[in-house]
């Protein structure tokens, strides 16, 4: 098993003792990790197994023994089309698998963010450091997040810990994903289960919609002006999936016009985006960073 980029020394030690007591697997770890690394470029041959982030064709010419690729993170959407491509040309397929280690502090993330919109922390703290003090409700009122009316679009590793954290805030819980028979844990409380066939449905049932689901051809740009108009006035929305989930000129629209309450967003839509005018980059296409929700 190599791993193509440079482990932390406590990484690379855990997983070797871990691995201890199976003497069939070798960890491959080189101690130059440079672009032009003549020992990694050495060790790739040996692989049967690959671990790294955004492997290149090139790689693939050079690991002919490689049958599985292992992604560390989640989204995987960007490399998908690259393994099509080396197993149409390959007689053993190499097969691509994504990890989960970072569920948990995603799912820490997601609510973290999800405690900032309801508690108007953003609008506060920059009417803190400009000056204005004692402002009240009238300007920017909590909202009470008990009894509120979770979604959750995906059900994979994030979703599932984020159920467990907001479990004890006597809130309600719905859930869409792909295939329900691959649920193996029990939910921590009681949750009603949908498919994709009853998105709507979903949305009608909720007023807190939390993404954690993959970026695929069913999920891009699933959320339009007519779905933030079902989640309603008083919806708000988290967002920790992929940017392109959601339509950007819909969500824009939303929020500016108040079809929904709010939204906190972590993942975007330009990635490389040009600096303006200003010498500023700001990763979406409309001035989101004006609007007060």
Not at 24 to 35: I, M
Not at 43 to 65: C, M, N, Y
Not at 267 to 277: C, I, K, T
Request: contains cysteine; proline residues 5%; charged residues 20%.
């Amino acid at each position: 098993m190599l791993f193509i980029w440079d482990l932390p020394q406590i990484v690379r030690k855990t997983l070797i003792e871990q691995f201890s007591n199976i003497p069939q697997v070798n960890f491959l770890f080189a101690k130059n990790y440079s672009k032009n690394s003549q020992e990694l470029h050495k060790l790739i041959p040996e692989a049967d197994v690959i671990v790294g982030w955004r492997p290149s064709s090139d790689l693939f010419k050079t690991a002919q023994k490689v049958k599985l690729y292992i992604n560390p993170g989640t989204g995987v959407e960007r490399i998908i089309s690259l393994f099509r491509n080396v197993n149409k040309t390959r007689s053993n397929k190499v097969v691509l698998v994504n990890g989960h280690g970072h569920a948990y502090p995603c799912a820490q993330h997601a609510v973290a963010m999800l405690l900032t919109l309801l508690n108007k922390v953003i609008p506060h703290h920059n009417w803190m450091i400009n000056g204005q003090w004692r402002k009240n409700d009238s300007d920017a009122a909590t909202i009470p997040l008990k009894s509120r009316k979770i979604g959750l679009l995906g059900y994979g590793a994030i979703n599932s810990w984020v159920h467990r954290f907001l479990a004890g805030f006597e809130v309600d819980f719905s859930a869409i994903r792909k295939n329900w028979d691959k649920q193996s844990e029990a939910p921590p409380t009681p949750i009603k289960k949908y498919n994709f066939s009853e998105f709507h449905e979903f949305l009608k049932e909720i007023d807190t919609l939390i993404i954690a689901a993959p970026l695929t051809s069913q999920t891009k740009s699933m959320i339009k002006l007519e779905e933030l108009k079902i989640l309603g006035h008083e919806g708000l929305l988290v967002n920790v999936g992929r940017g392109a989930i959601i339509d950007e000129n819909s969500l824009y629209t939303a929020l500016n016009e108040n079809i929904i309450a709010g939204a906190a967003i972590d993942v975007l839509w330009n990635y490389s985006p040009q600096e303006d005018g200003m010498g500023k980059k700001f990763p979406f296409s409309y001035p989101f960073q004006d609007l007060s929700n």
